[in-house]
Structures are given as C-alpha cells and as structure tokens.
C-alpha cells in the first residue's frame, strides 16, 4: 500500500538541524512535514554533541573578538577547507542570536555568581547545558517538545530511500515507514536535506544506527555535487568498552571549571598525551591522533584499545559538578581520581559531504537545500546546524509562492517502490541477514580506511567492497515477514546505500594525494598547499564518478 502527501517544505532528518527548519517553516506559515529515520531528538547525530563553542573574549561584551577567536577556530577545525563568508555569518548568528535562542527554549547554561556564561579556563572556549557531555541531548528533548507543542507533522522511524525529480528539479522523495511498514511517495515544493553525518561506516563510530550515509547518496544519486568526502575526523578518546558505550567520549578539550585537560597513557603506564603540552590548541584531535601512532608503532597501544585517559589530576568538584562523563565511571566499579578508561579510535564527524550554496544552503540541484553536518561547509556543531536549518527554511520561503507540486518524471516512484518491495524477501532461507552485511562493511572500512591509509590499503578496500557486492549481496534476506518493525528491512536499504557511500569515500581518498588534517595517508604524508589546498569534487556522469578538484 503507497500512501501520497503533499507539502510545502519537506524536512528530512530530525537533529538540531532539521527540527529548527521544521520549527522556523511552521513560525513562517508553511506547511512543512518533517521525516526522521530514527525518534526526534533521540537519535542521529546532535544528541552527541557534549559542548557549545563560545571562544569568549577577554572583555565582556567584545564581540568583533569573539567572532574573530571563533573564526581562527573554524580554519583549523575546517581544515581551511572552509567557505569564509559561510562561516562569518554563523559565527555572528553564533555569538549574538545562539545563546539567547537556547535560554528562550528554556535550557539551562551553566553561568557563575556574576551571570557570566561558565567556560573553561584559561581558554574560554566552550559552554555547556547543563554539563560537558549533555549539550546534545539537552537540546534535542527542548526541540522535540517544541515540534510537538506545534503540531508539525512529522513521521518517525521512517527513512527516504530516493529523491524524486521532474526536469532536474527535486519534487519530492519516495519514503518507507518501517515501524508500521507503510510506503509514502511525497510531493513537496522544496527539500531540506538535513540528515547529519555519516560516520557509523566502520566498526567504532560516535554515530547511532542511522548514520549509513543516506544523506550523501540520496544527493549524489539525484545529480547534486559531493565535497571532499575523504575528509573523516576521529575521536581518539572515546570508551573502548563496553561495545554499546563506545560513542562516550572523554574529551581532550579544556575542561570546566579547571585549568586541567584529561591525559592519555599507554598500556606501559607512560602519559603520552595531555592537552596542556599545546594550550594554544582547544580541540586538539588531530595532534592526539599523530601521538597514538607514535605508540601504536612503538607497540604500546592499538587504535581499537590498550590506551586509557586518565583524570587523576583534576580537582574532585569539577568531576562531580561539571563532568557527565564521572557517572559511567561509577556504573563501572571506577572510581574516576584513580582508574582510567581503557580507550578506542571511533570514526566521528566529516568535514565533506554535499557542495552548496552558503549563502542560501542550496545544492546545485533546484528544490534541494542541505543543513547541518551533511553539507560540506562545516565540520559540525550545534550553533552551525541550527543556522542552516534556520536560513534554508528563509530563503525557500522567498520563492516558495512561484512554485507548484510537480509530478516525477514517469515511472521513477514506480520504480523506488518496485526496488523497496523486492528487498522483502525472506531467501534465501539460510542468507545473511542485513546487519551481518552491514557488519562486513564496517569491518573492511575499519581494516582499510582507517586514519593511516595508502594507495595500497585504499585498493585493497575497493576489492573488498567488490566481494560484499559480489558474494554477500546475492545471499541477503530479510528475518521475518512481518511489515512492522521490521529492522532488517530498512537495514537492506542502509546495506546499498553504505556501499555506494563507502566506494565514493575511497575514491575521494584516492584522489587527494597529501595529507591534511584528519585525512592521513602514508605515500602522502605532507600538507600540500601549493597543489592541493582545495576542494575535490564529484558527480555522477553518464552513471560514473567524476572527480575534480576547485580551488578553496
């Protein structure tokens, strides 16, 4: 059974992006209807965002300073790969609209005795609502209730398969409701693509069930341009176990309330890392990275574990006020001023993902618009992710009157639905399951595209990528054949899009020949500016990826 809808605005993906596109559509007037793969506010990728960058100047109220610390921030963070007037703006929506915005929507920052925002010290560069930790989460639960309290309509546990186009226009998208195994074809006068990152490709990643990358092959897949997709950021202190905790993060960046940073140690015993050694730096992943494979090459230390953080050194309050972290110490028998949390390499945030417009979030396909961490201006955060949604929303509605429902070009709904309904089968009867598929797709990312990569490794990983094609995909079947909650049907989908997603990420490393940032590969190992201080490119032509780089 295919149900239509129609709207003005439809929102795909329900982070802190998505909900204040939604949120800012329904205060204009439109009509908008907001799809969530996963539960709003519950799951995607806002809810792991611990901190608030803030980047405080030395005098209250100096906000030209402000704005300036944050953007020195943003082009390291960006890896220069940044669009600067892109980020001037936000950063200014950042210091003088973010914050208010957040105590409007009732949320608690933690201030001090004299009302001024509690940042940390020295630096001053990050605030939390209402501990380091819970930023995120704190968020979502108010954007959640606001989507509610305004009666959007939203559909949860439902994912877009394909976009849906009529004359090179994005018309609307085909979509599949697995909770009550319903099928939608949905009409819209615009799109907002606000599915987040797409980083739960390999084995450890900070990223919920959701994250198979959707977001960058429904665009690519509908003619849109992707940007600098090898650009993977990692987190090197994220819990190593258990499993299910692996997206905890005990952060290297200044600590509230303290002087202090939390340390790093080997499996000998010896620190080989703490963020004070580089007080210039406030998020210093990339140097923790270059630090790890010191040891990992000298034996003391594996990038899946044999490596722990250490707060033995900071000030028992601050643990106990300030840190949500100290509570899963305790859930394990730890205590956090003596033991440590043994610790594992986890795929993050992508700097890459779909080119756009900064000026007004649009891609190059008219009708789609991104926000949030599935663009390829920023890396991530909450100020940036709520700007977008904000601003895509704005600038669809200045020409949202020209516009009418359009139908798709004859037979592409026909054909998404015929390929959804194929994908329910139960055989072969003794086939792989999804998640199994799944399974041996992160574990080639994880062996094969890594942090430390090569011509060599990068290959070697497209060839196992052939073989799941080859081998594993003719053997999937689905569990049971119960339309409702039927998780191994919206992971076959997650299982094609994941390969599609994973070749252009290798096939984007392969291009860019140097090393930058959290993009590192052996044969390159050097940051090149002269040649490669710029974007690569790629599109789907005559059903091929072309790459090419622009210049930054």
């Given at each position: 059974?295919?149900?239509?809808?129609?709207?003005?605005?439809?929102?795909?993906?329900?982070?802190a992006a998505?909900?204040?596109?939604?949120?800012?559509?329904?205060?204009?007037?439109?009509?908008?209807?907001?799809?969530?793969?996963?539960?709003?506010?519950?799951?995607?990728?806002?809810?792991?965002a611990?901190?608030?960058?803030?980047?405080?100047?030395?005098?209250?109220?100096?906000?030209a300073?402000?704005?300036q610390?944050?953007?020195?921030?943003?082009?390291?963070?960006?890896?220069?790969?940044?669009d600067?007037?892109y980020?001037?703006k936000?950063?200014?929506f950042?210091?003088?609209?973010?914050?208010?915005?957040?105590e409007?929507?009732?949320?608690?920052?933690?201030?001090?005795?004299?009302?001024?925002?509690?940042?940390?010290?020295?630096?001053?560069?990050?605030?939390w609502?209402p501990k380091?930790?819970?930023?995120?989460a704190?968020?979502?639960?108010?954007?959640r209730?606001?989507?509610l309290?305004?009666q959007i309509?939203l559909?949860?546990?439902t994912?877009?398969?394909?976009?849906?186009?009529?004359?090179?226009?994005?018309?609307?998208?085909v979509?599949?409701?697995?909770?009550?195994?319903?099928?939608y074809v949905?009409?819209a006068?615009?799109?907002?693509?606000?599915?987040?990152?797409?980083?739960?490709?390999?084995?450890?990643s900070?990223?919920?069930?959701?994250?198979?990358?959707?977001?960058?092959?429904?665009?690519?897949?509908?003619?849109a341009?992707?940007?600098?997709?090898?650009?993977?950021w990692?987190?090197?202190?994220?819990?190593?176990?258990?499993?299910?905790?692996?997206?905890?993060?005990?952060?290297?960046?200044?600590?509230p309330?303290?002087?202090?940073?939390?340390?790093?140690?080997?499996?000998?015993g010896?620190?080989f890392?703490?963020?004070n050694?580089?007080?210039e730096?406030?998020?210093?992943?990339?140097?923790?990275?270059?630090?790890?494979v010191q040891?990992v090459?000298?034996?003391?230390?594996?990038?899946?574990?044999?490596?722990?953080?250490?707060?033995?050194?900071?000030?028992a309050?601050?643990m106990?006020?300030?840190?949500?972290?100290?509570?899963?110490?305790?859930?394990?028998?730890?205590?956090?001023?003596?033991?440590?949390?043994?610790?594992?390499?986890?795929?993050?945030?992508?700097v890459?993902?779909?080119?756009?417009?900064?000026?007004?979030?649009?891609?190059?396909?008219?009708?789609?618009?991104?926000?949030?961490?599935?663009?390829?201006?920023?890396?991530?955060?909450?100020?940036?992710?709520?700007?977008?949604?904000?601003?895509?929303?704005?600038?669809?509605?200045?020409?949202?009157?020209k516009?009418s429902?359009?139908?798709?070009?004859?037979?592409?709904?026909e054909?998404?639905v015929?390929?959804?309904?194929?994908?329910?089968?139960?055989?072969?009867?003794?086939?792989?399951?999804?998640?199994?598929?799944k399974?041996?797709?992160?574990?080639?990312?994880?062996?094969?595209?890594g942090?430390?990569?090569?011509?060599?490794?990068?290959?070697?990983?497209l060839?196992?990528?052939?073989r799941?094609?080859?081998?594993?995909?003719p053997?999937?079947r689905?569990?049971?054949?119960?339309?409702?909650?039927?998780?191994?049907?919206?992971?076959?989908?997650?299982v094609?899009?994941?390969?599609?997603?994973c070749?252009?990420?290798m096939?984007f490393?392969?291009?860019?020949?140097?090393?930058?940032?959290?993009?590192?590969?052996?044969?390159?190992?050097v940051?090149?500016?002269v040649?490669?201080?710029k974007?690569?490119?790629g599109?789907?032509?005559?059903?091929?990826l072309k790459?090419?780089?622009t210049?930054?």
């Amino acid at each position: 059974m295919v149900q239509h809808l129609r709207t003005d605005i439809l929102v795909i993906g329900g982070g802190a992006a998505g909900s204040r596109a939604a949120l800012e559509a329904h205060d204009l007037g439109l009509d908008v209807l907001l799809v969530v793969k996963g539960l709003l506010g519950k799951s995607g990728c806002s809810i792991f965002a611990g901190s608030l960058d803030y980047f405080a100047s030395e005098q209250a109220g100096d906000t030209a300073q402000s704005i300036q610390k944050t953007m020195e921030f943003l082009g390291k963070y960006t890896h220069y790969l940044g669009d600067q007037e892109y980020l001037l703006k936000s950063t200014h929506f950042h210091h003088e609209e973010f914050f208010p915005w957040l105590e409007k929507l009732g949320l608690y920052i933690l201030r001090d005795e004299q009302g001024a925002i509690v940042t940390d010290i020295p630096h001053r560069t990050q605030a939390w609502t209402p501990k380091m930790g819970m930023s995120g989460a704190t968020l979502m639960n108010a954007l959640r209730k606001q989507v509610l309290q305004h009666q959007i309509r939203l559909l949860e546990e439902t994912s877009v398969t394909r976009l849906l186009k009529k004359n090179q226009r994005v018309v609307g998208a085909v979509a599949l409701d697995f909770a009550q195994g319903e099928l939608y074809v949905i009409r819209a006068k615009a799109v907002v693509l606000a599915t987040g990152h797409s980083n739960y490709l390999s084995r450890r990643s900070t990223g919920t069930r959701e994250g198979a990358a959707n977001g960058w092959v429904l665009a690519y897949q509908a003619g849109a341009r992707l940007q600098n997709l090898e650009m993977q950021w990692y987190h090197v202190s994220d819990v190593r176990k258990p499993d299910a905790w692996m997206r905890l993060h005990l952060y290297p960046n200044p600590l509230p309330g303290t002087k202090e940073r939390a340390q790093l140690y080997n499996s000998q015993g010896e620190m080989f890392f703490d963020g004070n050694m580089y007080p210039e730096n406030p998020v210093p992943y990339i140097t923790q990275l270059k630090h790890l494979v010191q040891q990992v090459q000298a034996g003391k230390a594996r990038f899946d574990g044999g490596y722990y953080t250490s707060y033995k050194h900071v000030e028992a309050q601050v643990m106990d006020k300030w840190l949500h972290q100290t509570e899963f110490f305790r859930k394990l028998g730890l205590d956090p001023l003596r033991d440590m949390f043994e610790n594992g390499v986890t795929w993050h945030m992508n700097v890459g993902g779909v080119h756009a417009n900064g000026e007004t979030l649009e891609t190059d396909l008219p009708g789609l618009y991104v926000a949030g961490s599935v663009a390829a201006l920023i890396t991530g955060g909450l100020p940036n992710t709520v700007y977008d949604g904000m601003m895509a929303v704005r600038h669809i509605r200045e020409s949202l009157g020209k516009l009418s429902w359009e139908d798709a070009e004859p037979g592409s709904e026909e054909a998404e639905v015929r390929r959804l309904i194929e994908l329910f089968t139960t055989q072969p009867e003794k086939g792989l399951l999804p998640a199994q598929v799944k399974k041996q797709i992160r574990d080639l990312m994880w062996e094969h595209m890594g942090y430390v990569k090569s011509e060599k490794s990068i290959q070697d990983g497209l060839a196992a990528l052939q073989r799941v094609r080859a081998e594993s995909i003719p053997k999937m079947r689905l569990g049971t054949h119960s339309k409702c909650f039927n998780m191994d049907w919206i992971e076959a989908v997650d299982v094609f899009d994941m390969l599609s997603a994973c070749e252009l990420l290798m096939r984007f490393s392969l291009f860019r020949k140097e090393s930058r940032g959290g993009f590192y590969r052996e044969d390159y190992p050097v940051t090149d500016n002269v040649h490669w201080l710029k974007h690569v490119m790629g599109c789907s032509e005559n059903s091929e990826l072309k790459l090419y780089t622009t210049d930054a």
